[in-house]
């Protein structure tokens, strides 16, 4: 299983469900207005959830391909 | 000739050149043409998914709505972000599906996954209704950034004609390969551009980002956050939604899709996309310094604040150089639309009509329909008056229509029935027809609701309409599939 794919639904949670409350201009983070500030950092972490889901992907497909090998080899082998 | 005239012209005819040359070495067949032969690995597909996001609607549309309206103008940087994580799962299972078939359009892929060519000459109906205004759309922008960035030397009509007819050139002659590599031009100089004045003007101006913001909310209290009605959270997040539902249901992104090498490129840019969407934020910046620079722009004209501030701003070199950024984000998805809108209407309704059609005849008219559909966009962007405002609402709900048909259809066995698909697709394009004709809102249709009700996107009623018939029409016609589910169950 890679119940992991599901950490891609946080960001989206995350920023959409935290405008209601993010919705104020203090206080500023990096000069930014509040709220803008509040959707560029959740932007950020779409992205690296994102490279973090892919990383673990990569390593699952990776796993995957050498188990695969390795069972063909113990049916190969007497 | 002023400088800024001359740098736009360069451009221009550098991105003519560029998209003629991307044909060298290969046969423009259909595949080709419409798809790329399904050889583009990552930069290419990054640039065309990317190319689609900067389009003149970001750039004049991003600032205008920063300017006029806000804080609410912010949904653009989230729908996108949002998309992209989809785009993760979505996109792969698309890709796949598409390469082992050979698809060349979106309704290919409705018409395989239904069985049902039928409802492929829906879906190309649909898409040609969407891609038609969106295309006036840019040629729009087009002529307004070309004519305003020449000081109004280049009149819009001269600016629309020139450009319409170029971009028939290389459509006609590169397809997909032009688009992508005129993208490459195009996304170095959107960069430069975008940031450029997005990082100089609030420091030159204010003296920095804190002290814009500060200066906008003292002259306009309230436009860094959403009210409390109207434009308000209610309606932002349902818009991003509907927005991100939407997004890759547009034709040309759909069959950008089909364009990579490998399913591996939709993961990757799944990562790297939504950083480089935060260019936006620079584009908001822009649009909040002219709020204070230039005011004074009511209604549509807020589109227009972006241009007034660099023409304050800067000299002219740079003024062509912003005016031949912005010509290239309306040449770019224009180049999309049209070879999307040709091989959509070939594939999927001339060669329904034409069966014995060959894939060289069926290529044959697919280019032959780039002239006769920019003509028709350029007559109308000259023309046309309300209605194609009204045509330009109704585009992004019209292929949002097709997404609870699409999300079906992914699974690997079909669950609902062809006329099912077609009955809730036809549905909702009435309602949206019905809402936009009417200018209803939520508020209008259930006036006794809650204000966060109210609030809601519109979109969602169509969307909601579409999915009751199709559950209805889908319940009443089930696909009957006894030998697998007796597979299944033996299983």
């Known amino acids: 299983m890679r119940r992991y794919r599901w950490l891609a639904a946080i960001p989206t949670l995350g920023m959409l469900g935290g405008v209601p409350f993010a919705n104020r201009v203090h206080p500023y983070v990096l000069g930014l207005p509040f709220l803008l500030a509040w959707i560029v950092v959740w932007v950020v972490i779409t992205s690296l959830v994102m490279a973090l889901i892919y990383l673990l992907d990569s390593r699952r497909d990776a796993e995957l391909a050498g188990a695969v090998a390795t069972l063909s080899d113990d049916s190969r082998s007497p | 000739m002023t400088p800024a005239l001359g740098v736009i012209i360069g451009v221009f005819v550098l991105a003519i050149a560029l998209g003629l040359m991307a044909r060298r070495g290969h046969v423009m067949s259909l595949e080709q043409w419409s798809v790329g032969g399904r050889g583009f690995g990552s930069v290419f597909v990054f640039l065309l998914m990317a190319g689609e996001i900067y389009t003149t609607f970001t750039f004049l549309g991003g600032s205008g709505w920063a300017y006029g309206k806000g804080a609410p103008a912010f949904y653009i940087l989230c729908y996108g972000a949002i998309a992209y994580s989809v785009s993760y799962f979505l996109l792969p299972i698309v890709w796949r599906y598409a390469q082992t078939r050979r698809l060349v359009s979106q309704a290919d892929f409705f018409v395989a996954k239904y069985e049902s060519k039928t409802l492929g000459v829906v879906v190309a109906l649909v898409s040609v209704a969407a891609l038609v205004p969106y295309l006036v759309l840019q040629l729009k922008g087009l002529g307004i950034i070309v004519s305003e960035a020449s000081g109004g030397v280049i009149t819009q009509a001269v600016a629309v004609w020139t450009s319409s007819i170029a971009l028939v050139g290389y459509v006609v002659v590169s397809g997909v390969r032009g688009s992508a590599w005129t993208s490459a031009l195009k996304d170095v100089m959107i960069l430069a551009a975008a940031v450029g004045i997005g990082v100089y003007l609030p420091l030159h101006y204010f003296g920095g980002y804190r002290a814009m913001f500060e200066a906008v909310e003292a002259a306009k209290p309230g436009a860094l956050t959403l009210p409390a009605a109207g434009m308000s959270p209610a309606w932002f997040i349902s818009t991003v939604l509907l927005t991100a539902t939407g997004f890759y249901m547009w034709p040309q992104f759909f069959a950008g899709v089909y364009t990579a090498r490998s399913e591996n490129v939709f993961r ?26 230039a005011p004074g722009l009511k209604g549509a004209a807020a589109d227009l604040s972006l241009l007034r501030i660099v023409e304050q701003s800067f000299g002219s070199w740079t003024v062509g150089a912003i005016g031949a950024a912005g010509l290239l984000t309306a040449l770019v998805p224009g180049s999309m639309i049209l070879i999307t809108a040709g091989t959509i209407i070939s594939q999927n309704i001339y060669r329904v009509m034409a069966p014995a059609a060959s894939d060289r005849t069926a290529s044959l008219v697919a280019r032959s329909l780039v002239p006769v559909l920019t003509l028709i966009a350029v007559i109308l962007t000259l023309r046309g008056g309300q209605t194609l405002v009204v045509l330009l609402l109704m585009g992004y709900n019209f292929v949002t229509q097709l997404f609870p048909a699409l999300i079906l259809s992914l699974g690997e066995r079909q669950r609902v029935s062809a006329a099912s698909a077609i009955a809730g697709i036809v549905a909702g394009e009435l309602t949206v027809v019905f809402l936009t004709v009417t200018s209803a809102s939520v508020a209008t249709l259930l006036p006794g609701a809650p204000q966060i009700v109210k609030d809601l996107n519109v979109g969602f009623v169509a969307l909601a309409v579409n999915a009751v ?14 030998v697998a589910t007796e597979l299944a169950r033996t299983r």
């Open chain 2, 268 to 293: 990757k840019n799944a990562v790297i996309l939504p950083l480089y969407q935060l260019v936006v934020l620079f584009v908001f910046f822009t649009g909040f310094a002219a709020m204070l620079v």
């Open chain 2, 469 to 482: 018939v199709l559950t209805v029409v889908a319940v009443a016609t089930r696909v009957e599939a006894p």
